[in-house]
């Protein structure tokens, strides 16, 4: 059975999350996590939406945190980006 794209998205997230936590550059932990959004396979909107935002509007180390953890939460249910 095929898991629905919302469940993949949110797994998904938790996975860039954990794996980029022990990058603290800035630079290195954005071209990480928009590597990683690059290969998701979801919803193409949100995933390019997803990848302008961490590639073009976010400053700083910072930010990109939140950012990450916001839209975990906006794919939970729990809050908007």
């Not at 390019?48 to 975990?72: D, F, G, P, T």
């Amino acid at each position: 059975m095929k898991k629905p794209a919302v469940y993949e998205l949110r797994s998904k997230l938790h996975e860039i999350i954990a794996d980029s936590e022990p990058i603290l550059d800035f630079e290195t932990k954005r071209d990480f996590v928009f590597n990683k959004l690059s290969e998701l396979k979801i919803n193409n909107t949100d995933k390019q939406k997803m990848m302008v935002v961490v590639k073009y509007q976010i400053s700083n180390l910072s930010k990109l945190n939140q950012y990450l953890y916001n839209a975990l939460m906006k794919f939970e249910g729990n809050g908007v980006i």
